[in-house]
């Protein structure tokens, strides 16, 4: 003759329930989001007392840690103990009209040796700043776009490159290794000390006694 | 306006403030209160002949009803509303005339509104200052020693009191107790851990069974009817043997086994609880907060989750005695009773099994139209024997 399901201690029941980000700067730094639980706890207009959620997924260990936090003023899902005594949030709640694969595609368009841009291949994550990281599940092309519009690309056949917003690359190919500076700058290497060896073991070896040279060929002006 | 009837009896129903225009003898009604339910309740039979009473909406759900009711000695009032009017029996087919059932409710239900909101307080002071607002009878409330952030989700106060703070009411006075949360039948309410309603109190009334009586005869501390019975196996199989875990302040499992003896802590005397059962096995699994989170209250709402989930165990033990209309004898007060063991009640040898302490759970209060009575569902968790007990070594002890 149970009277409630008070009479027992059951295993931690969980209610699943949408939330908006009120504050992310958890005092104690240890990943903490403040939210407001929609509608349930609309009518607390002191926000102190609105609840502090932490992940309810985390790569976290004792020796592993990983921070990522949602947006303050996104909508959220977060589970709740039915007793309301703890709160975990999952992430953020999905809406079509914040989902523009466009804005990716045109991000990507700034790479030009992309080869592939298809929707389903793409895995991809844009952040609040405007950079991008991407990975294409098909080619293997992986790359970071700064909001700057400077990037670093591998492709798919794992050449890398890094080009910033004026255009200044250094580009690793199956020629080798290409320097391109946009700007007329000079290319400037600083070093205590530089060695330049080419295949045939021709040198150039800069250091503070001075400049050697050391070639099996002759030095022309 | 209550009067007396009989000489004997004080009644009084009055419907929106205005006295029922029916003698006694017209209607039947019955009492309830239980520390296992918020609300109390009662149940009107009413011979609306006429139809008359239906007619001008007298009990349409939702009307207020008080009912006032005892003998010279005491008398108990309380409030209630109409929970849902219907004529199972209708004696003219062509009016609405019949006997009438009424159930009612305490109106406490009546005032109910969802709230969304938060406190950062004591459980009893939440609790105290959510009741203060209705005009109960009196209010009696045991401290606690929960101080954290309680959320009122779009709950009403009685489902937030029930739902959300009591699984977790502790406080170091209850002695690892369960607390109870309960309105009378005289509109009294109560927030009382089982330390304070049992093992702190006096008994109210010491009944001694005279059997083969008629209750007319019976005098305020004599019940002419007795049965007992105990919980179901079934029942309690949740409590007799706990592994209960969760995950320390250094992300570690942990778990703690307890037994159905083990409460409350503060009664350290050798007790039987009537159960012969293979104890060591495990007989339930539950989950305590962990302490994911950094906050002050886990270890003393942990301990709360453990003592008011063993409420249950408290009334495993039950007797069941119908005693002359004594409106003093309601749900939370304790009782002291002495079953003889011969079937005359002037034999001082008293029945060890079932004399004793027993903690009124249900209090009913009857009136028959003629007659008054008092029927009560006592309870309590273990049996104090001597030592030389017949079999008492098959039974669980301390």
Redesign the interface.
């Known amino acids: 003759?149970?009277?409630?399901s008070?009479?027992?201690?059951?295993?931690?029941e969980l209610i699943l329930r949408k939330a908006k980000v009120i504050d992310i700067n958890d005092s104690?730094k240890?990943g903490?989001v403040k939210i407001r639980?929609l509608?349930?706890?609309?009518?607390?207009t002191?926000e102190s007392?609105?609840?502090?959620a932490?992940p309810f997924f985390s790569h976290n260990s004792?020796k592993v840690m990983s921070n990522d936090l949602p947006e303050v003023n996104s909508n959220i899902r977060v589970l709740i103990r039915k007793?309301?005594?703890?709160f975990y949030y999952l992430g953020n709640r999905y809406h079509y009209s914040n989902f523009n694969f466009d804005t990716i595609t045109s991000l990507l368009n700034n790479i030009s040796s992309v080869d592939n841009k298809e929707y389903k291949n793409l895995v991809f994550r844009l952040y609040l700043d405007g950079s991008l990281d991407f990975h294409n599940n098909s080619t293997g092309e992986h790359g970071y776009i700064h909001s700057s519009g400077s990037y670093f690309f591998m492709d798919k056949d794992g050449y890398a490159i890094y080009e910033d917003s004026s255009g200044n690359e250094i580009k690793n190919t199956s020629n080798g290794i290409e320097v391109f500076d946009s700007n007329n700058n000079d290319v400037v290497l600083k070093s205590s000390g530089i060695e330049i060896t080419d295949s045939n073991n021709n040198t150039i070896k800069m250091s503070s006694s001075g400049i050697e040279l050391n070639s099996h060929l002759k030095v022309t002006k | 306006m209550a009067s007396l009837y009989n000489e004997r009896y004080t009644i009084g129903i009055t419907i929106e403030g205005k006295d029922l225009d029916s003698a006694p003898s017209n209607y039947s009604f019955i009492m309830k209160d239980s520390i296992n339910s918020l609300l109390p309740t009662a149940m009107i039979t009413f011979k609306d002949l006429t139809g008359q009473f239906n007619e001008y909406l007298s009990f349409t759900n939702g009307v207020k009803i008080n009912i006032t009711y005892g003998d010279k000695d005491s008398t108990i009032k309380c409030p209630y509303v109409v929970m849902r009017n219907s004529t199972p029996e209708q004696i003219k087919p062509d009016n609405a005339g019949g006997l009438i059932e009424i159930p009612l409710i305490h109106e406490y239900l009546y005032y109910q509104s969802k709230q969304s909101t938060a406190f950062k307080d004591e459980i009893s002071n939440i609790i105290k200052n959510k009741v203060k607002k209705y005009s109960f009878n009196s209010i009696n409330i045991d401290s606690t020693l929960n101080k954290g952030i309680w959320y009122q989700p779009y709950l009403t106060d009685i489902d937030f009191m029930t739902k959300i703070l009591m699984p977790f009411p502790y406080s170091s006075d209850s002695e690892n107790s369960p607390y109870y949360l309960f309105i009378d039948s005289n509109n009294d309410f109560y927030f009382k851990s089982y330390k304070k309603l049992f093992i702190d109190a006096n008994p109210v009334q010491t009944m001694i069974l005279v059997p083969n009586t008629t209750l007319d005869t019976l005098k305020k501390n004599t019940f002419s009817i007795f049965n007992s019975t105990q919980l179901s196996i079934m029942d309690i199989k949740d409590q007799l043997h706990r592994l209960l875990f969760n995950f320390d302040k250094d992300d570690t499992y942990q778990d703690v086994q307890d037994y159905i003896s083990d409460y409350p802590k503060s009664v350290t005397d050798a007790k039987y609880i009537p159960i012969t059962w293979k104890i060591d096995n495990i007989t339930y699994v539950g989950e305590l907060l962990s302490y994911d989170i950094d906050v002050d209250n886990t270890k003393n709402n942990n301990l709360g989750l453990m003592n008011n989930s063993m409420k249950i165990a408290y009334g495993l033990d039950k007797v069941i005695l119908i005693t002359n209309v004594n409106t003093n004898l309601r749900s939370g007060k304790k009782l002291e009773i002495k079953v003889p063991t011969g079937k005359d009640s002037k034999q001082t040898d008293t029945s060890q099994r079932y004399s004793g302490d027993y903690l009124i759970e249900t209090a009913y209060h009857k009136w028959t139209g003629s007659m008054g009575k008092t029927i009560l569902v006592a309870s309590r968790e273990s049996i104090k024997l001597s030592d030389n007990y017949s079999r008492s070594s098959i039974l669980i002890t301390r």
Do not use: A, C, F, H
């Not at chain 1, 509608?39 to 607390?44: A, H, R, T, V």
């Not at chain 1, 007793?83 to 703890?86: A, I, M, T």
């Open positions: 003759m149970k009277n409630t008070n009479d027992t201690i059951e295993y931690e104690d240890q903490k639980i509608p349930d706890n609309d009518g607390i002191d007392l609105l609840p502090w932490i004792n007793d309301w005594q703890r």
